[in-house]
C-alpha cells in the first residue's frame, strides 16, 4: 500500500527556517490535492496549507510566513517555513489525494508525520 513519506523537520531557534519534503512511498499515477496540516491542542487536524491545481488555501496563522509548492513529476510537495514561531511547534502531516492508476479510484492519504520543534 502506497503511503506518504515527510521529511525535513527538526529542532530550529525561532526566527528560522526549515523546508518540509512529503512524496509518496511507490509508484502512483498522479495525485490531486495536496497540503500540510498539523494537530490542534483538542487533538485535530488543521490545514496549514494546501495546493490543488493553480489554487492554494494556507491557515491565517501562516500566512506570509510559510509557502507550499509542487513538483509534479515527482509528485512531491513542499513546505518553505520561515519566520518560525514557538507556536508553531507541532507534528506536520502531509496528505494527499491520489490515484494508484489510470481511471483507478482516488484514495485520501496520510503521511506518519514529522516533528518540527521551535525553541532556543
Known amino acids: 500500500q502506497v503511503q506518504l513519506v515527510e521529511s525535513g523537520g527538526g529542532l530550529v531557534p525561532p526566527g528560522g527556517s526549515l523546508t518540509l519534503a512529503c512524496v509518496p512511498s511507490?509508484?502512483?499515477?498522479?495525485?490531486?490535492?495536496m497540503g500540510w496540516y498539523r494537530q490542534t491542542p483538542e487533538n485535530q487536524r488543521e490545514l496549514v496549507a494546501s495546493?490543488?491545481?493553480?489554487?492554494?488555501r494556507y491557515a491565517d496563522a501562516v500566512k506570509g510566513r510559510f509557502t507550499i509548492s509542487r513538483d509534479n513529476p515527482k509528485n512531491t510537495v513542499y513546505l518553505q517555513m520561515n519566520s518560525l514561531k514557538p507556536e508553531d511547534t507541532n507534528i506536520y502531516y502531509c496528505?494527499?489525494?491520489?490515484?494508484?492508476?489510470?481511471?483507478?479510484?482516488?484514495?485520501?492519504?496520510w503521511g506518519q508525520g514529522t516533528q518540527v520543534t521551535v525553541s532556543s
Open positions: 495546493m490543488s491545481g493553480s489554487s492554494i
Open positions: 496528505n494527499a489525494n491520489l490515484a494508484l492508476n489510470a481511471g483507478g479510484p482516488w484514495y485520501n492519504v
Open positions: 511507490g509508484r502512483i499515477f498522479r495525485t490531486d490535492t
